[in-house]
């Protein structure tokens, strides 16, 4: 007899293992998945909007929105609807044929991003890893043999080779050498750089940057600055490739960060929120990209199928319907003023950020945190050692952001006490 579709089998000795672990508070291996992550002793069963519930049923709320993805909060039912009649129809097709769900979903883009045309990957890295193929090709259309391409300390573009070496975090990069070739590295925003590098190197024929540095700490790049980079690059012929994997997608209150300095990028990557956690990426250009790439030159079998497509499409309807563009700018700003205020003093460096991608910057490194906040009913993530990071759902409420705050702070201040 087969079992009900939905219906949980019966947990292995490593889970039962794990879950006696886990009530011990303890770090736990399972022997079948690689241990690359080391995971907080704690599964998630459900959500709802911006809640989640772990497997004793206790409730949290999720400031970190699976690292800025789950963009509608959980089980939204927009999102699930479109996912589960996609899925009923036609989950994947090869890009060998025309896909409406793709053409509609590359409108829609082209539209809120004022970019001309989508490459569809299913990750950030894959969407950069576009982006450094276009760069390359622009360079080689002009005669360079080695194109280089200018990119910023403390990035990060994802773990590909190609990304890793993109990306300015020698920790991740250990022992994946030798290095990808082909970058040159700056402080970021650092214009007066950027014009040095130019002047010593022919073959540079791009700059690549995140418009707020998420993993490196939440790190914003004034509008002045994005400007004058965007000058440099249109006098000296250099592709402006914006990698807005976190910041895309309303995240900062705009649909992309960039609008916010009010730039006209060549290459504009996303993913994450794009798909509300269906997986898919996308490399958008315009401009000197917008013909680089033709039949053949690029390609993903699963980038851009029916089922991802679905999935992002009532994501962007959902933002546009709701403004949860608007939703990120005035929650979010509520939500950074009040933690200013209400986290001033010894321990605390900063409160920053762009809409709903906030960092607290603290003196110290603060390891425990993100389990402590866990004590306290609150899902979020630190990063670059002492920044704790809070990316929630677009939908997060100006009372959901009370309630959250009301747990975290003390808990923030604890640690600055402490660290
Ligand atoms: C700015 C940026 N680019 C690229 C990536 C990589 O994306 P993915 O993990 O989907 O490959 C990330 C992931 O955190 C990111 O924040």
Redesign the pocket.
């Known amino acids: 007899m087969t079992r009900a579709s939905g219906a949980a089998a019966a947990p292995s000795e490593a889970q039962v293992a794990r879950r006696a672990a886990t009530d011990r508070g303890e770090t736990y291996f399972h022997p079948n998945l690689i241990p690359t992550h080391k995971r907080l002793p704690i599964a998630f069963t459900h959500g709802q909007g911006v809640w989640l519930y772990d497997e004793k049923g206790r409730k949290y709320i999720d400031l970190l929105a699976g690292?800025?993805v789950d963009s509608l909060g959980h089980a939204h039912p927009r999102l699930a609807g479109a996912i589960a009649d996609q899925a009923h129809k036609l989950i994947h097709v090869s890009n060998n044929f025309h896909i409406a769900i793709q053409e509609r979903l590359a409108e829609q883009l082209a539209r809120l991003s004022r970019m001309d045309k989508v490459f569809f990957a299913?990750?950030?890295?894959?969407?950069?890893e576009a982006a450094i193929k276009l760069a390359r090709l622009h360079g080689h259309r002009k005669g360079i043999d080695r194109p280089r391409i200018v990119v910023m300390e403390k990035?990060?573009?994802?773990?590909?080779l190609a990304?890793l070496w993109a990306?300015g975090n020698t920790k991740i990069q250990a022992g994946f050498g030798p290095p990808v070739d082909g970058f040159v590295r700056v402080p970021l925003g650092d214009v007066a750089a950027i014009e040095r590098a130019l002047a010593e190197d022919p073959g540079i024929v791009a700059v690549l940057l995140?418009v707020v540095?998420?993993?490196g700490g939440v790190n914003l790049l004034a509008p002045r600055v994005m400007k004058e980079i965007e000058a440099l690059c249109a006098a000296n012929g250099l592709l402006l490739m914006l990698?807005?994997?976190?910041?895309g997608i309303g995240r900062t209150g705009r649909f992309l960060a960039f609008q916010h300095a009010d730039v006209a990028p060549d290459v504009v990557?996303l993913?994450?929120g794009l798909g509300g956690g269906v997986?898919i990426?996308a490399c958008l250009v315009a401009a000197k990209a917008v013909d680089l790439f033709g039949v053949g030159a690029h390609g993903s079998t699963f980038g851009g199928n029916p089922l991802a497509c679905a999935a992002a499409t009532a994501v962007l309807d959902v933002i546009e319907e709701d403004d949860l563009c608007g939703n990120a700018r005035v929650v979010g700003q509520y939500m950074a003023e009040r933690l200013r205020e209400r986290l001033a003093g010894p321990g605390v460096a900063e409160v920053r950020g762009l809409g709903l991608l906030i960092g607290i910057e603290l003196e110290q490194p603060c390891p425990d945190l993100m389990r402590h906040a866990l004590d306290a009913g609150v899902v979020l993530s630190v990063t670059a050692d002492k920044v704790v990071r809070l990316v929630p759902p677009l939908t997060i409420t100006r009372d959901e952001a009370d309630y959250a705050m009301d747990r975290l702070v003390p808990v923030i201040k604890s640690a600055a006490r402490t660290s």
């Open positions: 690292i800025a299913n990750s950030g890295a894959e969407a950069n990035a990060f573009h994802g773990r590909t990304t990306g995140e540095q998420g993993e990698d807005e994997v976190q910041t990557t993913a994450k997986p990426g």
